[in-house]
T-cell receptor
Framework: DAGVTQSPTHLIKTRGQQVTLRCSPK?????VSWYQQALGQGPQFIFQ???????QRGNFPDRFSGHQFPNYSSELNVNALLLGDSALYLC??????????????FGQGTRLTVV | AQRVTQPEKLLSVFKGAPVELKCNYS??????LFWYVQYSRQRLQLLLR??SRESIKGFTADLNKGETSFHLKKPFAQEEDSAMYYC???????????FGSGTKLNVKP
């Protein structure tokens, strides 16, 4: 099991462009959460997907959107990139069950640089 | 609003010394508290969860609701404990974590 995999590992974009980041959850997991980690800060929750729907959202503008596919993989899209969007984007997967959600596993992240 | 504070950005100790990484939180309800660790060039991974009340790699953490704290402790630090440590709060299981800004622990030989 490769665990949570994210692609690409690094990305450089220009202000105003759009970007798509991808995440494959750990085998058996059905829930994907996305976090933004700016330099020197802890991860900040962007949103969570379960059953192909956005279930929870953090304090991020509508420029940040996502999608979850039937195979549970997920994409994070950011439109009209700003310099301040430069950060490490982390994906975390978990499994929802009747007793609650299992431990969340994190990917290695995608380092996005906006120039 | 929920907030997690880790007052120390960097903590340096010698091998064999006790370690305490501080974490304070603000939330009026009953949150779940976690410690995550990130070793060099590795991904973020769960170290401790308060409801499990386990000792992992010699680390323990006690939730003090009166002081709204969840400090991480180890009686004798090892060089392999050097890493970035994040305290996190969740309102429901592993959903929607609120992370602190992290403390870098450096254990010197």
């Amino acid at each position: 099991d490769a665990g949570v995999t994210q692609s690409p590992t690094h990305l450089i974009k220009t202000r105003g462009q759009q970007v798509t980041l991808r995440c494959s959850p750990k085998s058996g997991h059905d829930t994907v959460s996305w976090y933004q980690q700016a330099l020197g800060q802890g991860p900040q929750f962007i949103f969570q997907y379960y059953e192909e729907e956005e279930r929870q959202r953090g304090n991020f503008p509508d420029r940040f959107s996502g999608h979850q596919f039937p195979n549970y993989s997920s994409e994070l899209n950011v439109n009209a990139l700003l310099l301040g969007d430069s950060a490490l984007y982390l994906c975390a997967s978990s499994l929802r069950g009747r007793g609650g959600t299992t431990e969340a596993f994190f990917g290695q992240g995608t380092r996005l640089t906006v120039v | 609003a929920q907030r997690v504070t880790q007052p120390e950005k960097l903590l340096s100790v010698f091998k064999g010394a006790p370690v305490e990484l501080k974490c304070n939180y603000s939330y009026s309800g009953s949150p779940e508290l976690f410690w995550y660790v990130q070793y060099s060039r590795q991904r973020l991974q769960l170290l401790l969860r308060h409801i499990s009340r386990e000792s992992i790699k010699g680390f323990t953490a006690d939730l003090n609701k009166g002081e709204t704290s969840f400090h991480l402790k180890k009686p004798f630090a090892q060089e392999e404990d050097s890493a970035m440590y994040y305290c996190a709060l969740s309102l429901y299981n592993f959903n929607k974590f609120y992370f602190g800004s992290g403390t870098k622990l450096n254990v010197k030989p």
